[in-house]
């Protein structure tokens, strides 16, 4: 906790956007009769000889997504928050919790009380000018979500924990000359000379003949594969169905538009930059230093701390609060600050102002009334699916429910899961795409229920009447397509071929040009053995050429058909003193990487020794409905 801590008072606005990157996954959700408890008389997690009940897991869960609701405006369903691994991360977290603890009471490790103290005592987050500051502290652990005694229990733990891992790990680093070695085989670069012989620029083999095609057939078969086709029937309701006569008064298009007012009111926004120090003395510095002409966040960097460009912020999104007074009050882009916060002193720095401005009604009279519109449609359909819903409840068919109903009856298919024909090309129903998905979830002749599509689109209700298996159709059916595959496969030998023989050439050291003819050639930019972002260089280049010495040559498939003969032209080694600030990004990656398998290694040492067992269907009985 004390490290979360730590870290918010120097890069907030980094923890910020990264809880709003994971609440984007997680849904708004109440806690109370959502989660039952079942079977509470069994053990939900045993390490060694703790046992920790579905009560302790559940609540866990909970506390896990109680921080995340906070800022949560997601609207997804249990089962969906669980696919998205917050259970599986909250069982995780128990399971090496209890092992490090099992651990520490072994090794007869604890936290004395002095010690806790003297590290929430020296924490920077806790205080002010110098000195702990225990209203800041209190203020720190409200705004966390946690009272004293959870906070200190739950700092005490990760005292020992990090304790405990340290001791396995602490100072670990990669050996230089294992680094050395693994970054020049990783760095090292390759310029190739290439020509390309497209496939669709060989010469037409023309039509096979029905012994050639039967032939070319029956050893392709998989590849003519015809889909899962179904066929059924649906009710599809809409707003725009309902929406022809809907004319708003002007009047209720004014009313509508005071009301949203605020909506179409576009608030003051500057650019803004900012930096967090621990004490003000160091930020009434680094503020000097940057008034006489330093850089902002070259000098952040050279401080120990670092700059963090908050984008375009309003008053009330700027994520300090104690910022938005002097930051919207400065007259002009400029440095502002330090000023003090719950999270250290803050010194900002305005680029850019962009004045506020407001939309009058003339600019969005067009989207009031479409929304208006949309609004009564959307009331006029409810009673209708309501309606329908009744219908199909009380047993009528989805044909008796829309001849009483007086509604469209929509034939689909056949068609398969992305809505295709048989000759797989879009069928053109005029149906959604989630009736298509339904049509191929349901069972054939389940009863149809109403339901709604996303984004108050409107309700539908399915029925799969036909399910056709995936199989091969007969050949005279998708001959064509059967004698377009060959010709394609032929083009591609040929193609090949030309290949294979400006191998050959290149081989024994002709010029790039005089090989390549009519077909293009190039000399492509340095590549390392696996290609990275950004990389114009064929995939399946770098795995060919590295084993080759310069001037040799060898032909390379290019996923898209066309056949490349490639020659070699030069190596470039990697250089570790050249390349510094990759070789020390690399040593660093490697010893994160090292870290990790050791506190792995030393995980499945301690599950080994103690023993876990985790009793998911008892976890996952809690959720039933």
Same mark, same amino acid.
């Given at each position: 906790?004390?490290?979360?801590?730590?870290?918010?008072?120097?890069?907030?606005?980094?923890?910020?956007?990264?809880?709003?990157?994971?609440?984007?996954?997680?849904?708004?959700?109440?806690?109370?009769?959502?989660?039952? /408890?079942?079977?509470?008389?069994?053990?939900?997690?045993?390490? =060694?000889?703790?046992?920790?009940?579905?009560?302790?897991?559940?609540?866990?869960?909970?506390?896990?997504?109680?921080?995340?609701?906070?800022?949560?405006?997601?609207?997804?369903?249990?089962?969906?928050?669980?696919?998205?691994?917050?259970?599986?991360?909250?069982?995780?977290?128990?399971?090496?919790?209890?092992?490090?603890?099992?651990?520490?009471?072994?090794?007869?490790?604890?936290?004395?009380?002095?010690?806790?103290?003297?590290?929430?005592?020296?924490?920077?987050?806790?205080?002010?000018?110098?000195?702990?500051?225990?209203?800041?502290?209190?203020?720190?652990?409200?705004?966390?979500?946690?009272?004293?005694?959870?906070?200190?229990?739950?700092?005490?733990?990760?005292?020992?924990?990090?304790?405990?891992?340290? $001791?396995?790990?602490?100072?670990?680093?990669?050996?230089?000359? @294992?680094?050395?070695?693994?970054?020049?085989?990783?760095?090292?670069?390759?310029?190739?000379?290439?020509?390309?012989?497209?496939?669709?620029?060989? @010469?037409?083999?023309?039509?096979? %003949?029905? @012994?050639?095609?039967?032939?070319?057939? %029956?050893?392709?078969?998989?590849?003519?594969?015809?889909?899962?086709?179904?066929?059924?029937?649906?009710?599809? /309701?809409?707003?725009?169905?309902?929406?022809?006569?809907?004319?708003?008064?002007? $009047?209720?298009?004014?009313?509508?538009?005071?009301?949203?007012?605020?909506?179409?009111?576009?608030?003051?926004?500057?650019?803004?930059? @900012?930096?967090?120090?621990?004490?003000?003395?160091?930020?009434?510095?680094?503020?000097?230093?940057?008034?006489?002409?330093?850089?902002?966040?070259?000098?952040?960097? $050279?401080?120990?701390?670092?700059?963090?460009?908050?984008?375009?912020?309003?008053?009330?999104?700027?994520?300090?609060?104690?910022?938005? *007074?002097?930051?919207? $009050?400065?007259?002009?882009?400029?440095?502002?600050?330090?000023?003090?916060?719950?999270?250290?002193?803050?010194?900002?720095?305005?680029?850019?102002?962009?004045?506020?401005?407001?939309?009058?009604?003339?600019?969005?009279?067009?989207?009031?009334?479409?929304?208006?519109?949309?609004?009564?449609? *959307?009331?006029?359909?409810?009673?209708?699916?309501?309606?329908?819903?009744?219908? /199909?409840?009380?047993?009528? =068919?989805?044909?008796?429910?829309?001849?009483?109903k007086g509604l469209k009856l929509i034939k689909i298919g056949p068609v398969d899961a992305q809505g295709n024909g048989p000759d797989g090309k879009p069928?053109?129903?005029?149906?959604?795409?989630?009736?298509?998905?339904?049509?191929?979830?349901?069972?054939?002749?389940?009863?149809?229920?109403?339901?709604?599509?996303?984004?108050?689109?409107?309700?539908?209700?399915?029925?799969?009447?036909?399910?056709?298996?995936?199989?091969?159709p007969a050949l005279d059916k998708i001959k064509d397509r059967v004698s377009a595959a060959w010709a394609m496969e032929e083009r591609q030998r040929a193609?090949?071929?030309?290949?294979?023989?400006?191998?050959?050439?290149?081989?024994?050291?002709?010029?790039?040009?005089?090989?390549?003819?009519?077909?293009?050639?190039?000399?492509?930019?340095?590549?390392?053995?696996?290609?990275?972002?950004?990389?114009?260089?064929?995939?399946?280049?770098?795995?060919?050429?590295?084993?080759?010495?310069?001037? *040799?040559?060898?032909?390379?498939?290019?996923?898209?058909?066309?056949?490349?003969?490639?020659?070699?032209?030069?190596?470039?080694?990697?250089?570790?003193?050249?390349?510094?600030?990759?070789?020390?990004?690399?040593?660093?990656?490697?010893?994160?990487?090292?870290?990790?398998?050791?506190?792995?290694?030393?995980?499945?040492?301690?599950?080994?020794?103690?023993?876990?067992?985790?009793?998911?269907?008892?976890?996952?009985?809690?959720?039933?409905?």
């Amino acid at each position: 906790m004390l490290e979360t801590l730590r870290k918010n008072s120097q890069h907030w606005i980094i923890k910020i956007l990264f809880g709003l990157l994971i609440l984007s996954f997680v849904v708004l959700f109440g806690t109370g009769d959502m989660l039952k /408890l079942r079977f509470a008389g069994q053990s939900a997690i045993t390490v =060694g000889s703790a046992e920790i009940g579905p009560r302790e897991v559940l609540e866990r869960f909970r506390q896990q997504a109680q921080r995340l609701i906070a800022m949560s405006k997601g609207k997804f369903t249990m089962d969906q928050i669980r696919q998205l691994g917050v259970l599986d991360s909250t069982i995780d977290q128990m399971v090496s919790s209890a092992l490090l603890e099992q651990e520490a009471a072994q090794l007869k490790l604890f936290v004395s009380d002095d010690t806790l103290r003297q590290m929430i005592y020296k924490e920077p987050a806790f205080q002010s000018n110098g000195k702990f500051d225990k209203m800041r502290y209190e203020q720190a652990l409200n705004n966390a979500g946690l009272s004293e005694a959870m906070f200190l229990a739950e700092e005490r733990t990760n005292i020992l924990h990090d304790g405990l891992l340290n $001791a396995v790990s602490g100072g670990v680093q990669a050996p230089a000359s @294992t680094v050395e070695l693994m970054f020049r085989h990783a760095y090292e670069q390759r310029v190739a000379e290439i020509i390309t012989f497209p496939a669709d620029k060989m @010469t037409d083999p023309g039509k096979p %003949d029905d @012994t050639v095609l039967k032939t070319f057939f %029956d050893s392709h078969k998989n590849d003519f594969l015809a889909p899962e086709m179904r066929s059924g029937v649906a009710i599809v /309701l809409r707003p725009e169905d309902y929406a022809g006569d809907i004319k708003p008064a002007d $009047a209720d298009i004014e009313k509508a538009y005071k009301a949203r007012e605020a909506e179409f009111v576009q608030p003051e926004r500057r650019t803004v930059s @900012t930096v967090s120090f621990a004490d003000e003395a160091k930020a009434k510095a680094f503020v000097a230093a940057v008034k006489s002409g330093k850089d902002f966040a070259a000098e952040a960097k $050279a401080e120990g701390s670092e700059a963090v460009d908050m984008g375009a912020v309003e008053p009330k999104t700027i994520p300090v609060p104690e910022l938005a *007074q002097p930051v919207f $009050a400065a007259p002009s882009p400029g440095i502002v600050g330090p000023v003090q916060s719950g999270l250290g002193w803050q010194v900002a720095k305005i680029s850019a102002i962009q004045g506020g401005k407001s939309k009058p009604l003339a600019e969005v009279r067009a989207l009031i009334i479409s929304d208006l519109v949309k609004n009564e449609a *959307q009331t006029r359909l409810y009673p209708v699916s309501t309606a329908l819903e009744d219908s /199909l409840g009380s047993g009528a =068919g989805l044909e008796e429910a829309a001849t009483s109903k007086g509604l469209k009856l929509i034939k689909i298919g056949p068609v398969d899961a992305q809505g295709n024909g048989p000759d797989g090309k879009p069928a053109g129903t005029p149906v959604p795409a989630a009736v298509i998905s339904a049509l191929f979830q349901a069972a054939k002749g389940d009863s149809p229920n109403v339901e709604k599509l996303d984004g108050d689109a409107g309700y539908y209700a399915v029925r799969t009447d036909e399910v056709t298996a995936p199989a091969v159709p007969a050949l005279d059916k998708i001959k064509d397509r059967v004698s377009a595959a060959w010709a394609m496969e032929e083009r591609q030998r040929a193609a090949r071929k030309l290949a294979e023989a400006a191998v050959e050439r290149l081989n024994k050291g002709e010029a790039l040009a005089a090989v390549a003819g009519a077909f293009h050639a190039e000399t492509t930019a340095a590549f390392r053995r696996v290609a990275g972002q950004g990389s114009t260089v064929l995939v399946t280049l770098p795995s060919a050429m590295f084993p080759l010495k310069p001037g *040799q040559a060898a032909v390379v498939d290019d996923p898209s058909g066309a056949a490349i003969a490639a020659r070699l032209k030069t190596i470039l080694p990697a250089d570790p003193k050249e390349q510094a600030m990759a070789f020390l990004n690399a040593r660093d990656e490697f010893a994160k990487s090292l870290d990790g398998d050791i506190m792995t290694s030393y995980r499945q040492a301690l599950t080994k020794d103690l023993g876990v067992k985790v009793n998911r269907p008892l976890i996952d009985s809690q959720f039933e409905k």
